[in-house]
């Protein structure tokens, strides 16, 4: 379980210390928007719904911090039990991007979202470090289910 929450402590740091920056980068320019590589740009978002701008309304901010930490719990209880060190790595990278995203949300207010993909007008929806962290656990957890050790009967 230290392996995994080890791993959450890390991905929270990041996701915060590079929020930070971000916006200390944009206030400090007074723009919100630097384009990087032709298919990528740094942006400044405030994402005050759920996942891809979901219920963007701005008033649920508490809410969904509240459900986010019931999430959260139900994961360490999750991770508590995880047999294998991948699907506790994986479970981390989860809690960590849960709370990451949680902070800003009691913080600011919203989630900073910067990193935005796109091809010529067609975008991705920003994303940031806690949503990358959810994102590629939630991929290792499905591979661990996948190809996780089997127990025949």
Same mark, same amino acid.
């Given at each position: 379980?230290?392996?995994?929450?080890?791993?959450?402590?890390?991905?929270?740091?990041?996701?915060?210390?590079?929020?930070?920056?971000?916006?200390?980068? !944009?206030?400090?320019?007074? $723009?919100?928007? *630097?384009?990087? @590589?032709?298919?990528?740009?740094?942006? @400044? $978002?405030?994402?005050?719904? *759920? %996942?891809? =701008?979901?219920?963007?309304?701005?008033?649920?901010?508490?809410?969904?911090?509240?459900?986010?930490?019931?999430?959260?719990?139900? @994961?360490?209880?999750?991770?508590?039990?995880?047999? $294998?060190? =991948?699907?506790?790595?994986?479970?981390? @990278?989860?809690?960590?991007?849960?709370?990451?995203?949680?902070?800003?949300?009691?913080?600011?207010?919203?989630?900073?979202?910067?990193?935005?993909?796109?091809?010529?007008?067609?975008?991705?929806?920003?994303?940031?470090?806690?949503?990358?962290?959810?994102?590629?656990?939630?991929? !290792?957890?499905?591979?661990?289910?996948?190809?996780?050790?089997?127990? %025949?009967?």
């Amino acid at each position: 379980m230290r392996r995994g929450l080890l791993v959450a402590l890390a991905v929270v740091a990041l996701d915060q210390a590079v929020k930070a920056w971000v916006v200390a980068f !944009f206030a400090a320019r007074g $723009t919100d928007m *630097v384009a990087v @590589l032709p298919v990528f740009n740094l942006v @400044l $978002t405030w994402n005050h719904g *759920v %996942s891809f =701008g979901l219920f963007n309304g701005g008033g649920e901010t508490l809410l969904f911090a509240v459900l986010a930490a019931a999430i959260v719990a139900a @994961l360490v209880w999750w991770l508590s039990r995880a047999g $294998t060190h =991948g699907l506790q790595l994986a479970i981390g @990278l989860v809690i960590g991007g849960a709370v990451g995203n949680i902070v800003d949300r009691l913080a600011r207010g919203a989630v900073v979202d910067f990193l935005d993909f796109h091809l010529g007008t067609l975008h991705w929806f920003a994303f940031n470090v806690a949503d990358t962290a959810i994102c590629l656990g939630v991929f !290792f957890i499905a591979l661990d289910g996948l190809l996780g050790e089997r127990v %025949s009967d």
